[in-house]
């Protein structure tokens, strides 16, 4: 019996061996790509202890992983993957008194942060992207934070690991006395203790003497050579073995960890360096202050956040002048007054080391908490840039001492100078350990490029007695580097240990010990023989089609149209699987994610679907296959990615290219064509809304749900009774399909708001005799490119007038909206399709300019109710509007307006209509959304912008939600 059939017969959980799964276990977040065996996805710890049993029969290697987040190829090999995020994510044991907590692997840092938080404590270890990684993977590569040289690293804030053996017995590791541990712990520890003794005097010459030191195992832990003990009394712990050993001894399946009381009051300064080597000269003296956390950020990257629109306000309040970097300084405690006298103190030392007024004060937690996550967005920032050049982690968490910093980074950057590339510096200048990523190639000559820096990047830290490896841990780009670092002695030494803990060599291969060369293209994502496949996209990705020049930072276009290039491909290309798409948190991305946990719902999971396809490694025509069709199933076209990923992939744009070229293939089913000529039937439906209506008696047959109410047609259209009127007018409302077929009452409120703010509204019209405009979205929707690029067309024909004379187009739907602002600019209709997105506004979106300008006069009355939920349309936060919605609802006198913390409302146009997706629909919606407004009181507003959020809202919860301009007109005086 084959190793997939007996895990099917033995275990609960998942398994998953079909080549798409596998090729997305195949990659992290580095740059390498491995097969693995298969997948298994176990449901609880028996299921996990059962997985590992047949995989020991079967003689299968075991690779535990988390998040699947790291940079240096950890979770990535020939092995059965082993995937604890789905369902190993409990808090499992907690003691306020001893400041404990005991979690499963899967649990996220942000997720076990928000557990404590009413207990007034925290877990310190705080790393960028606690989002979305897992504890087992941060006690893995031994994490460390941004806050380490107060709290220390993972492996100082770990009190026991519960694992399983390679040979299957469960395990307590902690630091309990030799005669109290279990006997298969004595015996390893007897003899892990024996090993170290023998190479005392090698631990002393040879682990470095620095706080971020997380290469190799951790042998030390018997003689403490780092700048923090291990423990506070010295004691031998041998959990802290286990942390930062990959998955090579042993499989984690509890943690106990340490936890630190919350600090009440936090004090930040930013220091303005008038250059880069200022900066890292200054660090060595700021840390005598004991502040909590000193980050750095260079002129690049400043400049990177004030071209972002979200981030430029933010960081323009932390500069004085043109600064050539910039560092965050941070203290912390239970007393404010403290806090404020050490701000003070780093003002007067900035005074006394020559730099007198460099400091901008923030005492306030507000702008602090902004400003860190301008930093926390550092690497997203850089990973952002097009082309085949690409960042490229390897060398990025070199720790040095702080002496020695200057002349560390101005000596590296010469190197990369040599090597013809540039590298941004960002990070953690409190210890020694900066992040920089050279720009490299890894298609062409990167990996060669990639050995020469290394070599010369490890013979400086050599020179300066520091680590190669600070922070992210071995895996396949660093395992290399260990026996430089550690010397044959000690490289002897892992062995034993791994030999100790594993003598089959079946946990995690490759890593640490007995590694691959770090540029063995044969392990690359990018492999020599990679080649994408001949592909004639619908929409027009030549924006993708550019070059970097890594000396220069200049991005030429190699096309200006269609695809010749691969732009389709480096579009989706763009994925570097850093998994911040995994977060949890308040925002859109990513909402199918969110219900199933599953990796193939995952932007991520998509991406990489989208990329063996295009580059062949699911067959010839992959793009039409069911694999791929299954990937993209569950996405609801949200835009969450487009805004919230790092590298802006657009997965929305993405599932219009793949079901255009899936209808060119196997053609439209009924449904599909019922709901993409949406806008051909409304002339009909108009006329005899009583017989459309009687669709839903044969809903099922069409494939809609029946537990659905379908939107009733209406007689009296918004058009139907509404003057066009363009003469002298100051505006013009776009009536999108939705609004004016099912909700005409909506634009009639919209007008009525406009008209009292003093405008004179015209509405668009089309040519005299055709039906009403549409911007195509449902023809997108369904993959038919050309009708929605006819629907395009027109609605541009129609707008043309109004955009020459550069009156505003407001829109009242916001998906109908941002399609002419953001899909309609792949259909490849020019300078008119451009002009046309530049006048067009969601109708707040207007609003709040005019009354940003001074120009909006608007007498409002105050409403019986007095609070207003709002729930954003997944459009209106992937396009930062939403906060428009807040500022127009405050016009409104005493109305107290709260946003609702949601991601999508699971409805996604015609998604929650379609009967496979209701249930997905419905999860989507509790998961925060319906519970909310089903709290709230009857006096209480429900305000939603969009039509399906609304009608979502409707049937799951009875209540009725307004759209703003509905509010604003019932309040109008």
Known sequence: ????????????????????????????????????????????????????????????????????????????????????SKHLRNVVGFDKDRAEVTVQPGVVLDQLNAWLKPHGLWYPVDVSTSAQCTLGGMAGNNSCGSRSIRYGNMVHNVAALDAILADGKRARFDARRPEDMQPAVRAIADRVAALAVAEQDEIARMYPKVLRRVGGYNLDIFFPQSERPYTTDNSVNLAHLLVGSEGTLAVTERLTLKLSPLPRHKTLGVVNFPSFYKAMDSAQHIVKLKPTAVELVDRTMIDLARANPAFRPVIDRALIGKPEAILLVEFAGEEREAQVRDLKRLVELMADLGLPGSVVEMPDPGPQAALWEVRKAGLNIMMSMKGDGKPVSFIEDCAVPLEHLANYTQRLTEVFEKHGTRGTWYAHASVGTLHVRPILDMRRDGAAKMRAIAEEASALVREYKGAYSGEHGDGLVRSEWVAWQFGPRLTKAFESIKELFDPDNRLNPGKIVRPTRMDDRSLFRFKPDYKNIDYKPALDWSAWNVQNDARTENLTAAGTGGDASGGFAKAVEMCNNNGHCRKFDAGTMCPSFRVTRDEVHLTRGRANTLRLALSGQLGSDALLSDAVAAAMDLCVSCKGCKRDC???????????????????????????????????????????????NLASLIQPLIGFAKERRLPRWRGDTFLSTTAVDAENATVVIFADTFSNNFEPEILHAARRVLEAAGHRVAVAWPELGARALCCGRTYLATGQVDKARDEAERLLEALAPFVARGLPVIGLEPSCLFTLRDEMQGLGLGEAARRAAENAFLFEEFLAREKKAGRLSLALKPLPEKTALLHGHCHQKAFGVLSAVQEVLTLVPDLAVKPIESSCCGMAGSFGYEAEHYDTSIAMAELSLLPTIRKAGADTLIVADGTSCRHQIADGTTRHALHVAQVLEKALA
């Open 1 to 84: 019996m084959s190793l997939e059939q007996t895990l099917r017969r033995t275990v609960k959980g998942e398994v998953l061996f079909d080549r798409a799964s596998r090729g997305r276990y195949a990659t992290d977040a580095s740059i390498y790509q491995i097969e693995p065996v298969g997948i298994v996805i176990p449901t609880d710890e028996t299921d996990l202890a059962l997985a590992l049993d047949v995989a020991r029969d079967a003689k299968a290697a075991i690779l535990p992983r988390g998040a699947g987040t790291s940079q240096c190829g950890q979770t990535v090999g020939e092995a059965l993957v082993i995937d604890f």
């Open 646 to 692: 790092p590298t802006g992939v657009d997965m929305a744009r993405m599932k219009i290219e793949v079901k255009s070229a899936r209808r060119m293939s196997k053609g439209l089913s009924l449904r599909d064509r019922v709901i993409g000529d949406l806008p051909a039937i409304a002339p009909w439906a108009r006329r005899l809304p009583w017989l459309f």
